[in-house]
């Protein structure tokens, strides 16, 4: 006694795994990465863009400061300056400044800057340790703007451009932040879509190796959210249905072939046996011979039949398709089958509309049509009338054979077009039941539909394009 294998449980590293090499993972990544490539030259640009706004106003304020002491200057002389510049040391409004003020000879008169050198314009310098006062641990770097007066005086106002640095900084860690969380959020999203997608690759799988174990019912679920793996379901979905259409139909003809060529491989032989039992002149061994070519020439004729229809429906002939006059074609075949409908007393009506046109096999439409006029001829009793139409219509065109005589039941106008169906009462007449069944393979490649109707008496069968 055998027993099923044990479930293995799913092992956490190899799924992980799985979803890390998937599409659907490495794409958001590689989206992310694009979008993090994207988010470096925008802080680039913000970064340099900020700096150097910053910087032009903070020179452009230091630069109006000391245009307005420098005014004071002109008024109230090096007293009245020094007085306006310890005013505003006193009172900041504007937060740190910082201020230097030297007499010609270099002495320094207010201020909260150590001496130097007159230097006019912004420039940038850190002073010595301890000479200035700030509220940081470390020397600030300073950003000021000088002026010679006109006195020789010299005149110095700052900033701190930590300012600037601090301003800097925040940019800084504001797009490290983001890109951060975008990464982060970028694989969270790709595990959790690569995920999502092996768990219909899965289910693809899943249904695939249920179809190789023979299982041809089996389908693909669809989820309904009409995205691209949806549209390939449903596409995979109607593959499948056509396999298992055209398997079942291998199945059917098989079957079929095996039923209805048993007969004549049973006449076949029973006539050969018959010549080697009975037959005691060279007449009787030539009329069992004549018998069996008869047989082997039907059965010849029926495995034709089999391959056209095959052919037919593997689009094999669309290669000689091409633009013709349909309505010649059916006129030239019904001008044809009259001599042939005088014989067997049949009344043969042609009415064909001219300038029908359409892009197909001349060969394979003329059989088509053949075989339905051949159907009227030889499951009709004399006296009937056979009609031969075309029309146009508004969609396309109507092609009709019709017949005045018995019809077929409605019941079977659905099964008349399977391989080797034959009515009950159509036995004892010629045909292997494949005529139908050619006519319907042809249409069907030309992309036209085949309808019974019954007309009470009689039957109409119609191709429509």
């Known amino acids: 006694m055998s027993s099923a294998p044990p479930t293995r449980a799913p092992d956490p590293g190899r799924t992980l795994g799985r979803i890390l090499r998937s599409a659907s993972f490495r794409l958001p990544l590689i989206y992310a990465v694009l979008f993090m490539v994207s988010a470096g030259a925008l802080f680039a640009t913000v970064y340099w863009t900020a700096t150097a706004a910053m910087q032009a106003d903070m020179a452009a304020v230091l630069r109006t400061e000391a245009l307005q002491l420098t005014e004071v200057h002109r008024r109230s002389g090096l007293a009245g300056l020094a007085q306006q510049i310890t ?19 270099g002495r320094v008169v207010v201020g909260n800057l150590p001496g130097m050198p007159p230097v006019n314009g912004v420039i940038d310098f850190v002073p010595k340790p301890d000479a200035v006062e700030t509220e940081s641990e470390q020397p600030p770097k300073l950003t000021g703007y000088g002026l010679t ?60 190796r249920a179809i190789m174990e023979g299982d041809l019912s089996a389908r693909i679920p669809v989820r309904g959210t009409h995205d691209e793996i949806d549209q390939l379901v449903t596409s995979l979905n109607a593959m499948l249905g056509r396999i298992e259409q055209l398997m079942d139909g291998l199945r059917q ?35 069992a011979t004549d018998a069996a070519i008869a047989e082997a020439d039907g059965l010849l004729e029926t495995f034709s039949a089999l391959l056209r229809i095959a052919q037919v429906e593997a689009g094999a002939q669309k290669r000689a398709f091409a633009d013709l006059d349909f309505s010649a074609l059916v006129r030239s075949i019904g001008e044809a089958y009259q001599p042939a ?30 075989n339905l006029v051949e159907n009227a001829l030889r499951h009709t009793p004399p006296g009937t009338t056979v009609t031969l139409g075309l029309s146009r219509t508004a969609q396309g065109f109507e092609a009709e054979v019709a017949d005045t005589g018995p019809g077929i039941p409605e019941a079977e106008h659905g099964k008349v077009f399977d391989r080797f169906y034959r009515l009950d009462r159509s036995r004892s007449t010629a045909g292997s039941g494949l005529g139908l069944a050619l006519v319907k393979a042809i249409a069907g490649l030309h992309g036209l539909a085949v309808r019974l109707e019954d007309r009470k008496p009689g039957l109409r069968v119609v191709v429509s394009a």
């Open 341 to 370: 409908a005088e014989d067997s007393r049949h009344k043969l009506q042609i009415d064909v509309e001219d300038g029908v046109h359409l892009t197909g096999d001349r060969q394979l439409l003329a059989q088509m049509i053949s």
């Open 87 to 105: 005013r505003r040391m006193n009172f900041r409004t504007r937060g740190p400044i910082f201020y230097l003020l030297q007499a010609p000879n």
């Open 149 to 208: 007066l006109s006195d020789g005086a010299f005149l110095l106002v700052a900033q701190d451009a930590n300012r600037l640095s601090d301003m800097q900084s925040a940019i800084v860690r504001a797009f490290a932040w983001a890109g951060g969380l975008t990464l982060l959020l970028a694989i969270a999203g790709g595990v959790w879509l690569g995920g999502t997608f092996l768990r219909r690759i899965d289910t693809i799988t899943r249904t695939s």
């Open 253 to 287: 003809v098989s079957s079929d072939i095996a039923h209805d060529l048993r007969t004549p491989l049973g006449r076949l032989r029973q006539h050969l046996e018959d010549a080697r039992a009975r037959a005691a002149t060279t007449a009787d061994y030539d009329a």
